[in-house]
Each structure stands twice: as C-alpha cells, then as structure tokens.
C-alpha cells in the first residue's frame, strides 16, 4: 500500500512541477496562504464515541498559482487558482486518535467575485499519514480529501482576508482494515499573500468546438481489498462499466450506465463456515448508475450513484457510489482511479483504463 500512495504522491508532484516552471516567466503570479482551522470530528458510526475526543485544531500552507486564461479551460472555469499544500492536524485525542499530517494539489474555482470579495469552491486530493491506528482507520497511509467554501476579503493589493468552512475525510479505500474514515468540519480563518504586484490582466481565448453531443464511454478498473471487519488476507476486485453520456458543454456531461462488480471478498462473507460451494459467477453484482462529469483540462472527476440490479449478497446495502478522477491522454484514452462506497463506508479503491468516443447527432 506505500508504493501506491508513494506513486499518487510523485504524480501530484510532478503535475505541479509541469505546470509551474514548464511556462513562461510571466505567467506565473503565486502566492501562499496561512490558514488556522477549529472543529469537530463527525460520529457517523456509534463505536466511534469511545475514540472522538474534543474539538479539532489544523495548520495549513498552501502555496499556489492563480491562473489568467492561458488555457481555455482556465476562462470556463472562471480563472481558478491551484497549487500544492501542507496542513497539520490534532484531532482532539492524543492517545487514540493522535495528528495527522497531508500533503495535496487542490483547485479553488470563483462562484462570484467583486471589486474586494470573492466567493469560490475549493477541492483537494493527496496523501495523508496518521500516526495511530484506531478503531477508524487501521493503516498509518491513507487517502485525503477535503471539499470547502472560501469567501476572500480584500485588504490591500496583495493581501486577503479568507473566511472559509468546509469538510475533510480520511480513508484508505479498505486496503486495510478498520476503514470506517473519519470525518472533518471546520471554519478556517487564514491570509492570502500574493507575491507578485500587479496581476495580469485575463485572457480571453477562442472556445474549441465540442468532439460530439454524444458520447460511449467504458471503464475496466481492478483492485484490492480486506475483508471487512477483520481484515487480513488481501481480496482481488474488479469492476467494468459502459456509460451513455449526454455532452452538455466543454465543462459538463451527464448520463447512466451499466456496472459489473467481481469482489472476491464475498466468497466468504456469503460462506463463513465453508459449508457452501459458491462460484465465482455467483460473487457477481450488476448495477445501474446515473453519472455526472467535469472536465477540468486533462483532468476528468466522475460521481456515479448506483444500485444493484442482481446481488446475491447486499449486506452491505442496494445503494453504491463511485468517484473517479480520470487523466486524458487523448480525446479517446485515459487512465482511472476511483473509489467506492456503500453507507458512507470506503469499499475499495480500483485503478484502471477507459475508452470514449463521440458522435454528433441531430437536435
């Protein structure tokens, strides 16, 4: 499991690098961002009251980029800006739940901005290490994520108040056992201190036209998991998917599809005292989703909420969702990773490959 997150890590590293000193001088307009947050631990299973101490306290630097519209996707998305960061966390228990220390690439994108106020969505995605393992999380590597709503009050020309409230999880996608998460709210109170004065004046670029309205897409992602709640031996998992996508605008897509799940866990969730002689055909589950996408440069994010149309094994519920983040290497092939959950539980992490095409079709 290190050498996964390892990878992930090099990746964020190296998309970073790319993008920072692989453009002209001029372009680059950074800043940093000193941010303190105060909040809680959610309980979102009962056996975590024995572990949830008090409140949380986290530090965070972020230094990052903002963006002027020298790629197109940068004038859809309202001239974001994105970086990488650091944050530090107490989460409230020293002897059970301990700190946790993350490194992530994020991407703050404006809902609304003013002469001195501005109003954006900010999402991030790295690798965080926790230095207990708990009755939450087993492993000390885990997947972090983290979703807020930023409002940014002007100071001076380089200096902004930010004011901000928002959610963070920690799992491992069930590569070890326990995986049950834990879960973050905070305000957070911080600065953003441009380094260079004046900004640059935005761009403004020609849109390209859309490959097509409609599009096929299909997905085949592959794994490894614990059983859950004991953990131990690592379990294969597989999954394929075909998705109709509906083209909405260079941004958006929207659709349903089709799921087949392989989880190899079930062999002896569905026979735990070994009496039965259960089939490799009888482990599978099929599912129907309906899908969203945002295309974000090269990067996709992917939402699928499903159910099962056939399981044989649903202890874990009927109702399943998947995020996935893709990397497109052309208009047709990319790479995957996603993760799925059930009851607001990880269920696993899968990597993998797609295809989509497209084709016009009369309105």
Same mark, same amino acid.
């Given at each position: ?43 979102? &299973? ?13 530090? &965070? ?37 301990g700190q946790a220390n993350a490194i992530y690439y994020y991407l703050r994108i404006p809902v609304l901005k003013r002469n001195k106020f501005s109003l954006s969505y900010k999402i991030s995605g790295g690798l965080a290490r926790l230095n207990k393992g708990n009755i939450a999380i087993g ?158 440069d090269r990067l996709v994010l992917v939402v699928h909420i499903g159910t099962y149309l056939h399981a044989n094994y649903t202890e874990d519920g009927k109702i399943y969702q998947r995020v996935a983040l893709r990397y497109l290497f052309n208009k047709n092939l990319f790479a995957n990773i ?26």
């Open positions: 499991m290190k050498k996964v997150y390892l990878l992930i890590l090099l990746c964020l590293l190296f998309c970073f690098k790319n993008k920072t000193f692989g453009q002209e001088k001029e372009h680059q307009n950074f800043f940093i961002e000193p941010v303190y947050q105060y909040g809680f631990i959610w309980q979102h &299973r009962p056996s975590l009251a024995e572990i949830i101490g008090g409140n949380i306290n986290v530090f &965070r630097l972020t230094f990052g980029k903002e963006t002027f519209g020298q790629k197109y996707w940068q004038q859809l998305y309202r001239y974001p800006d994105w970086g990488l960061g650091y944050s530090f966390t107490d989460l409230g228990n020293p002897e059970e739940l492993s000390h590597l885990n997947l972090y994520f983290d979703a807020s709503i930023d409002a940014k009050i002007k100071i001076s020309e380089r200096l902004e108040l930010i004011n901000a409230f928002g959610a963070t999880h920690y799992s491992n996608g069930a590569i070890e056992m326990p995986n049950l998460g834990v879960n973050l709210f905070s305000y957070r109170l911080g600065l953003h201190y441009k380094l260079q004065n004046p900004e640059r004046e935005k761009i403004t670029l020609e849109l390209p036209e859309l490959y097509g309205k409609n599009n096929i897409t299909a997905v085949f992602g592959a794994g490894a998991k614990e059983k859950r709640p004991d953990g131990g031996k690592k379990f294969t998992v597989a999954s394929f998917s075909i998705d109709y996508m509906r083209v909405l605008n260079l941004k958006h897509k929207v659709g349903f599809g089709l799921d087949a799940f392989y989880d190899e866990t079930l062999l002896e969730l569905m026979n735990p005292d070994s009496i039965l002689n259960i089939s490799n055909r009888e482990i599978m589950r099929y599912g129907f989703h309906l899908s969203g996408e945002a295309q974000i996603s993760l799925k959950t059930s009851k607001g539980v990880a269920d696993f992490v899968e990597w993998g490959v797609g295809y989509q095409f497209y084709w016009k079709k009369n309105n």
